[in-house]
């Protein structure tokens, strides 16, 4: 079945960009999701990328597909302490009919 | 308001327990999703449920998992005899469509089975 990679862990310091990334397996994929969640909370739609595309950008969030290699990524610029959180990278795919979710990504913003 | 909410917020079982989850999906979503994600994992689904057709229970992990969903609206997972390896927050989440339209999550119920 599909398979979605993060690594588990990224500091950054405040003001700096961060980029979170997310390797998948499925190449028939159609949608890409970035999903974010703060301690305690249910997770929180950031942004979606549909698989035809390359690269889209919501104000400071900027998410780049790869398809070639399946390398999803998410830069957020500025990044502010409200950041920090967990980051999940997840993958729809016509063969599962159903969204697969990597480990997340603890980003912690440092002051 | 108008999210996903679910019910209890935390929930303490003894082992041997059983423990219903209820889930009230945003009003109009047809799907309806349970996900549970354990201390330093991802998110492991479930079950989904998609309109009126049988649900997917793929993801349910043995016989004492089971959930239903009454009337197109309300669902609720149940465990039975839960075990300590249940303990986990459980997550549901709803959309309008079902496929890959777009997931709206609860807050999840942390359940701790002592």
């Known amino acids: 079945g599909e398979d979605v990679e993060q690594s588990l862990f990224l500091s950054v310091r405040e003001g700096d960009s961060s980029v979170i990334n997310c390797t998948y397996t499925?190449?028939?994929?159609?949608?890409l999701y970035w999903y974010k969640q703060e301690p305690g909370a249910g997770l929180q739609l950031l942004t979606y990328i549909f698989s035809n595309m390359d690269m889209k950008q919501d104000q400071r969030l900027t998410v780049l597909l790869n398809k070639k290699d399946k390398h999803l990524s998410l830069r957020i610029a500025d990044t502010q302490t409200g950041d920090s959180a967990i980051y999940f990278c997840?993958?729809?795919?016509?063969?599962?009919?159903?969204?697969?979710f990597g480990s997340g990504t603890q980003l912690t913003v440092l002051p | 308001g108008a999210g996903v909410s679910q019910s209890p917020s935390n929930k303490v079982t003894e082992k041997g327990k059983d423990v219903e989850l209820r889930c009230d999906p945003i009003s109009g979503h047809t799907a309806l999703y349970w996900y549970r994600q354990s201390l330093g994992q991802g998110l492991e689904f479930l079950i989904y449920?998609?309109?009126?057709?049988?649900?997917?229970k793929s993801g349910l992990p043995s016989d004492r998992f089971s959930a239903e969903r009454t009337g197109g609206s309300v669902s609720t997972l149940t465990i039975q005899r839960t075990q300590q390896e249940d303990s986990a927050v459980y997550l549901c989440?709803?959309?309008?469509?079902?496929?890959?339209?777009?997931?709206?999550f609860g807050p999840g119920t942390r359940l701790t089975v002592t």
């Open positions: 989440a709803s959309s309008l469509v079902g496929g890959a339209g777009e997931q709206y």
């Open positions: 997840a993958s729809f795919s016509g063969s599962a009919r159903q969204l697969t």
């Open positions: 449920f998609q309109g009126n057709s049988a649900p997917d």
């Open positions: 499925d190449s028939s994929s159609t949608y």
